[in-house]
């Protein structure tokens, strides 16, 4: 067979899940998959197993193996296409389900663990062997039951696409989601459970965990003895929380149940939550040590270390050097996940990644204002008709005053002052002349640090603010930081603004406004056309929520 299959769905999202909730025949799930009939039907029941997916072992953190059955390209296209139906159709049916985390868009380990932060118990178990324990029968038979109710020949088909040796393949796009909603009627009991007992319950894949800020963890979840002195603990699955899990058709590994108290370190899914969801020192430290022997010894040199002594999976790269760096990168973009992007030490490490790696594209966040540290962040924007400010604002780009371009856009640069050479065509990506707002696009890479959101809602007369920009410019001179002080509220057209003490001048023009945590509060956007008469005309100030209406 040698239909090539597209690889996205052409219909819209919306339509797609409501033609899933109508399936009445297996030709119905080709069509809602946009496959043809006699495709879809070769790649389950005719093509050889190897044609459809490759088993290997990868070893487990905690010793042993773990099978992997990925499938190759058609059945992967086909299980991408249903997964992401699927994905929308959880969504819609499941809006509250508040207490899973793994493979749900905008969830992660991070907020899994955010909800255990600050509790005087942790309980956590593992499900035995989670995936293969879910086999064709019960897939087919979840399609078939509420609140899905598809016909039995439909719920086969579905079931034979997500399935393989008669279980979720782990490695398969549709296993995660098709996991999810077979433990969706667990995850709803042992909410339940939890809250009657006054504890919080996730679950993030096998993962459960259970914390509480009662005096004594309850017995009905957790059976609880301590060890020798101090506040080491020992726990077994409470009857009422087995039941639950043994009902659902899962068991939990004995071997893998722990709680912790809160005067000991707690963990959840890797990370530590005593006060809020934190990496161990181990892993910075790892991080660290991984740089510096990049950095003295070189790339290879620091991969050949790091695969004989450290990398109990003995991966290998198809090119020298490209393990360790993926390794490496990989590790600095959880820290970012987990501790965000403002964290002093994220950005030290993605910085020294950055001087090592010309392809890792990272962008400082400015802390302290003063002229070299904002020279990085904000630039002149040059165009016939005059001369303005643009900055890096976190998250967003490049933001200015749409008066600043006007109709010439084309004929408009933006460059830094230590290298006016190095001049910037622009694309403007949003604009809104009522709002006298825009955002532009320049090369990547070009920007090397940014500013980052702050909140002019809860700024009060007489609070201190720092006008910056380039007032007047002329080759040689600095970034111009001017202090000042909100003297009150008001309007500009219909554009509610901001009044400020510091003057601005033609050439701030769409500078950030600071506030005393260096957090940007506003755009500069009308002044006085000369330093003569920046006395005698109050300037004024476009609040950064306004980017809330552009956006």
């Not at 059976?223 to 929380?241: F, I, M, P």
């Not at 809860?458 to 201190?464: A, F, G, H, N, Y």
């Amino acid at each position: 067979m040698r239909n090539r299959l597209d690889i996205q769905l052409r219909k819209n999202i919306d339509e797609a899940v409501g033609e899933f909730q109508s399936l009445s025949s297996p030709h119905d799930v080709a069509a809602l998959l946009e496959i043809p009939y006699k495709v879809l039907n070769f790649h389950l029941y005719v093509a050889h197993p190897t044609r459809r997916y490759k088993t290997f072992t990868v070893h487990k953190k905690s010793g042993g193996v773990r099978e992997i059955c990925a499938p190759v390209t058609a059945i992967k296209i086909i299980q991408q296409k249903l997964n992401y139906i699927l994905q929308n159709l959880y969504k819609t049916i499941y809006k509250k389900k508040f207490s899973v985390h793994g493979f749900i868009y905008g969830k992660s380990v991070r907020t899994n663990a955010q909800s255990h932060t600050r509790k005087d118990y942790v309980f956590n178990i593992d499900l035995l062997d989670f995936f293969p324990s879910i086999n064709f029968g019960r897939v087919r038979g979840m399609f078939m039951a509420n609140p899905y109710r598809l016909p039995p020949k439909v719920a086969t088909v579905l079931a034979q696409i997500c399935c393989f040796n008669n279980q979720l393949p782990q490695g398969a796009p549709t296993s995660p989601i098709i996991s999810n909603m077979i433990c969706a009627r667990m995850d709803d009991e042992l909410y339940r459970l939890a809250k009657r007992f006054d504890c919080k319950y996730t679950r993030y894949v096998d993962d459960m965990t259970f914390s509480t800020n009662r005096p004594n963890f309850p017995a009905e979840l957790a059976n609880v003895t301590r060890l020798e002195s101090g506040w080491r603990l020992k726990a077994d699955v409470g009857k009422e929380l087995n039941k639950i899990i043994e009902e659902n058709k899962f068991s939990v590994n004995t071997s893998k149940v722990w709680i912790q108290h809160r005067n000991c370190r707690q963990k959840v899914t890797g990370l530590i939550v005593n006060e809020f969801p934190n990496v161990s020192r181990k892993y910075t430290n790892q991080i660290r040590a991984m740089l510096h022997d990049w950095d003295k010894h070189g790339l290879i040199a620091a991969e050949n270390r790091f695969v004989n002594d450290y990398d109990k999976k003995k991966r290998w790269p198809y090119e020298p050097g490209i393990l360790f760096k993926n390794v490496v990168k990989g590790k600095i973009n959880f820290l970012k996940m987990v501790r965000g992007d403002r964290n002093p030490t994220y950005q030290k490490f993605s910085e020294k990644l950055a001087s090592l790696d010309p392809d890792f594209s990272f962008i400082r966040i400015v802390r302290e204002a003063d002229s070299d540290n904002l020279q990085q962040a904000v630039f002149v924007l040059e165009s016939p008709r005059g001369q303005g400010t643009a900055f890096m604002l976190r998250g967003i780009g490049l933001v200015t005053s749409a008066h600043n371009l006007k109709n010439d856009k084309l004929d408009t640069y933006l460059y830094k002052t230590d290298e006016p050479a190095d001049k910037q065509r622009l694309k403007v990506k949003h604009i809104n002349t009522n709002l006298d707002f825009a955002i532009i696009e320049v090369a990547q890479g070009w920007a090397k640090a940014s500013l980052v959101r702050g909140d002019s809602t809860i700024l009060k007369t007489r609070d201190t603010v720092k006008v910056i920009g380039f007032p007047n410019y002329a080759k040689g001179k600095s970034i111009h930081i001017h202090d000042g002080k909100i003297t009150g509220r008001g309007r500009w057209f219909k554009v509610k603004t901001l009044n400020v003490s510091a003057r601005i001048i033609y050439g701030n023009s769409g500078g950030p406004v600071l506030n005393d945590k260096n957090e940007v509060v506003g755009i500069a956007f009308y002044g006085a056309p000369d330093p003569e008469k920046a006395d005698r005309i109050e300037s004024g100030v476009i609040p950064i929520e306004i980017l809330d209406k552009l956006m």
